[in-house]
């Protein structure tokens, strides 16, 4: 991982507002700069998302892919576009993301289970999915026991934006681009729940 997109310790992702097909997302630094472009393409049964370098969608970065059509409990496979080496994978917890609050599984490269990533609060997000979607979502992200990364929601009915903070990743051992592809797909498939 040596991108210098990937180097940065908060980031902020936000949705492009009434964009008609497919997803676009911009990944700002914490400074606010842009430094990546994600695109959902529209009308695939499968999710397939690629991240770039900037909006000219020239240079890729990451893609991340759907193993299966429509499954429940998707797995997503994240790879490194540049060196074609999977970085990882996102499995979701279907039927618990489904009903009580949203846990994602942090895979590495073997898809050997190395993290979980959990909503925070059960009693919210009882009260997004039964009585109104207007609740920001909060989650972490954990390795062996230890906090990696935080995923936080603000609220605008307007336009989804998602803070992510690795700094309590003092070790460094949440791979950014592994984070990153997480924060797209809480956005992408989370976000549909707003």
Known sequence: M?????MHSNYEIRRKFLKLFGGSYYILN??????????????KLKEDITIYTGRD????????????????????DVTDAATDEKVGALRR???????????????????N??????????LLALVRRWLTNLIPQKYHAEMNGNQVCTFKQNFNPFSLRLAID?????????????????????????????
């Open 93 to 111: 917890k279907g039927l618990k993301s489904a009903f009580l609050k949203d846990e994602w599984l942090l895979l590495d490269n073997l898809d």
């Open 30 to 43: 914490g400074l606010g700069d842009e430094v990546m472009f994600a695109s959902l393409k529209a009308f």
């Open 166 to 194: 690795f700094s309590p990743d003092m070790r460094g051992q949440l791979d950014r681009r592994l984070g990153i592809a997480a924060g797209i797909l809480l956005s992408a498939i989370e976000g549909r729940q707003q």
């Open 2 to 6: 040596t991108s210098e997109q990937f």
């Open 57 to 76: 969608m020239q240079t890729e970065v990451l893609k991340i892919r759907a193993r299966q059509i429509l499954d429940f409990s998707a797995t997503y």
């Open 113 to 122: 289970e190395v993290g979980v990533i959990r909503e925070d609060n059960a």
